[in-house]
């Protein structure tokens, strides 16, 4: 069955390269939430003015890869100690976040994040819950950023290939090509 989940953590190009990898997941679409302007263009929200953060929309099988695991692969991928920040990336833009689209989502994002907290003693996951809000794509050229632009991006491959190799060591079983 198919399902979608929004999550923002921190640069959209680098989240959507994490779960585009990922058994069961069919589309990955980067793009703005949470803020208060309708229709933000991308230079209006990395400027912080508009309140949305960068996020992504996962669609995925939920016969293949759970809600829950989703949610996992989401906090384990980034920092979501990080108050509006990932690592350079500094504003709420970049905050840490899951947009739940019903009451089932939000349990299961308040219980993806209590396990986080659990897992992790002495930390504390700062990653909000936030919404309903409306979702607005990104532009065309944000899209799949990391198979075309990202590879000669510096910031990109700085970024992005730490994140491709934690998820390899610590979710091996939900990567394309890489499960038993």
């Given amino acids: 069955m198919s399902e979608q989940a929004i999550v923002a953590g921190g ?3 680098c989240t959507e390269a994490v779960f585009r ?3 069961g997941v069919s589309q990955v679409e980067s793009g703005y939430i949470g803020g208060h302007t309708a229709n ?8 912080g003015s508009t ?3 960068e996020a992504i ?3 995925f099988d939920s016969a293949i890869i759970t809600l829950p695991e989703i949610f996992d692969v989401f906090l384990g991928t980034h920092d979501p100690t990080q108050l509006n920040r990932q690592g350079n990336d500094v504003g709420t833009q970049y905050r ?3 947009f739940p689209t019903d009451d089932a989502q939000r349990a299961e994002a308040e219980a993806a994040i209590a396990r986080w907290n659990a897992d992790h003693s002495g930390q504390q996951a700062v990653t909000a819950i936030e919404g309903p809000a409306e979702w607005y794509p990104a532009e065309d050229y944000h899209q799949e950023y990391w198979e075309g632009e990202g590879q000669r991006n ?3 491959l700085a970024v992005i290939p730490p994140k491709l190799m934690k998820l390899r060591k610590s979710f091996q079983d939900k990567v394309k090509g890489e499960t038993a």
Avoid: L
């Avoid at 933000?40 to 400027?47: I, L, N, R, W």
């Fill in 96 to 98: 840490s976040a899951i």
């Fill in 11 to 13: 640069c959209f190009w």
């Fill in 57 to 59: 929309r996962v669609t």
């Fill in 40 to 47: 933000p263009t991308y230079k209006e929200v990395c400027s």
């Fill in 21 to 23: 990898d990922i058994v």
């Fill in 51 to 53: 309140g949305h953060a």
């Fill in 154 to 156: 510096p910031y990109c």
